[in-house]
């Protein structure tokens, strides 16, 4: 018998359809998986041949999947006038293709069972990613089919870093400004990578492992990262990625051009904004859920914390801009930009790679 864990806001998520603004079926290549594209090949009449002519089939060469093609407005060309699937429609939701089904979901496999979470590019999601106060609540319960076959030190490795995420989910609500606390998680994600290293690397008895105490408790990461420099090499480096909607690019140069005001003025906006706070706590408890446990992976503890703070604080970034260009910043305009950085950031490997490789501390130099 296996596990399965989620937010507990997680059984709350209802797909709004079409009131959504950010439609998951528009700018989006929506793969088909084996299983439907198998049935989608049985579905008769007219409705079924417009339905295999609108699936791109597998290329063997590139490894692309299959996958529904997008129309010159960049539609799945399965999406009706009113923004509602006709595969929904005419066959029933258990017959949508599994990422349509899923999406936001997502889901993390581990030795003795599953994490689920909803995307925070979902608007839907977002709202009660948000919404949350106090400490993070997870729902588990235990599930047939879960369970995989994983070694004992399999299972070993994925407790030392579940304890180490839950020590983070702590800092990460402390009641603590936001500078502080990010320099506490920085601090701690540094021990955490050199334990962990211990762990799966250990030294032989009688020799001692060579430590370089240097920056040891007095590097502050959020002095570093709050610097027009530091801002500038990060900027460039998003706006060099691939872009998937216009509005993303007009945000980020935007900020650009105004760094130097977005530094004068934080602090006065964070002032302004204390009654939301928690919105920021609970982007660093999302970022570290999502992604902290892909250090399975790779074993990067510290870039995976890297990550979340970056994440957070670009977030927190954009949020400053709002609010010098419009002198307020709505839920609205939150939720618009907590949306648009998950987009953009969260669905490339290549983009999380290089932000949790983004070192901030080096900019400093």
Not at 222 to 241: D, I, K, M, P, Y
Request: charged residues 30%; negative net charge; proline residues 3%.
């Amino acid at each position: 018998m296996g596990y399965i864990r989620r937010p507990a806001y997680y059984k709350a998520f209802r797909c709004i359809g079409s009131d959504c603004t950010e439609n998951c079926c528009i700018g989006w290549e929506i793969d088909v998986d084996e299983d439907s594209l198998a049935y989608y090949e049985t579905v008769p009449g007219d409705f079924g041949e417009r339905l295999r002519a609108s699936i791109a089939p597998a290329d063997e060469q590139t490894g692309e999947p299959a996958h529904f093609r997008l129309d010159a407005e960049e539609r799945c060309p399965l999406l009706n006038d009113c923004n509602l699937c006709e595969v929904l429609l005419h066959l029933g939701e258990d017959k949508m293709a599994q990422i349509c089904t899923d999406h936001p979901r997502y889901y993390e496999w581990f030795s003795d069972g599953r994490e689920d979470g909803l995307g925070l590019c979902c608007e839907a999601a977002a709202e009660l990613i948000l919404a949350q106060t106090g400490a993070p609540a997870f729902d588990v319960t235990e599930a047939d089919g879960v369970s995989e076959t994983g070694t004992e030190a399999e299972t070993e490795l994925e407790n030392v870093l579940f304890s180490m995420r839950d020590t983070l989910f702590r800092l990460a609500c402390e009641d603590a400004p936001f500078d502080e606390k990010a320099d506490r998680l920085y601090r701690t994600a540094k021990a955490q990578q050199e334990q962990y290293d211990d762990l799966l690397f250990p030294f032989p008895e009688g020799e001692d492992e060579d430590t370089d105490e240097t920056d040891g408790d007095t590097v502050s990461w959020s002095q570093a990262f709050w610097r027009e420099s530091t801002l500038t090499s990060l900027l460039e480096l998003l706006l060099g990625f691939e872009i998937n909607k216009d509005d993303w690019r007009t945000l980020l140069t935007g900020a650009k051009a105004r760094l130097p005001e977005i530094l004068a003025r934080r602090e006065t906006f964070l002032q302004a904004y204390q009654g939301k706070r928690h919105e920021y706590d609970n982007l660093l408890t999302y970022f570290l859920y999502r992604h902290f446990m892909k250090a399975l992976g790779d074993d990067a503890v510290q870039d995976k914390v890297q990550l979340a703070l970056v994440s957070t604080a670009v977030i927190q970034l954009l949020d400053v801009y709002e609010w010098l260009i419009n002198g307020e910043l709505t839920h609205w305009a939150q939720i618009c930009i907590c949306k648009a950085y998950s987009r953009e950031i969260e669905y490339n490997e290549d983009n999380t790679e290089q932000l949790a490789a983004f070192s901030v501390l080096d900019e400093m130099e």
